[in-house]
């Protein structure tokens, strides 16, 4: 069982950044491939972007493509999405996902096996 936990959500203004970071405990994520999704209230959760279990191959949804970058440390056992020229439209709670023993990218919701609690992104006007 892989728990995760996400940290660096927050309030920004539109324009700004954000970091969020996502850390492991019981067993590592460094083995599976990892992602982030991200649910607005009122809307269904949906894929923001996923990274192979190694680091080699990136996806992202089109709506964040160019602005946010998915990244991670296997030596830290984290993952992080860097999240760049913010929009409100970007305001959501954001899950950090994990799934596909050594495998590649994800964007399917039914892909991961395993999710955080989740942090909240707000972007002001």
């Known amino acids: 069982q892989v728990q995760l936990v996400e940290s660096g959500g927050g309030l920004v203004q539109v324009g700004g950044s954000l970091r969020l970071s996502c850390a492991a405990s019981g067993r590592t994520l460094r083995q599976y491939a990892a992602g982030w999704f991200r649910q607005a209230p009122g809307k269904e959760r949906e894929f923001v972007a996923s990274?192979?279990?190694?680091?080699?191959?990136?996806y992202y949804a089109d709506a964040v493509q160019g602005r946010f970058a998915i990244s991670r440390d296997n030596a830290k056992d984290t993952v992080d999405l860097q999240m760049n020229s913010l929009k409100p439209e970007d305001t959501a709670v954001y899950y950090c996902?994990?799934?596909?023993?050594?495998?590649?990218?994800?964007?399917?919701?039914?892909?991961?096996?395993?999710w955080g609690q989740g942090t909240q992104v707000t972007v002001s006007s």
């Open positions: 990274i192979s279990w190694r680091g080699r191959s990136t």
């Open positions: 996902a994990a799934g596909g023993l050594y495998g590649t990218t994800f964007r399917r919701i039914t892909e991961p096996d395993y």
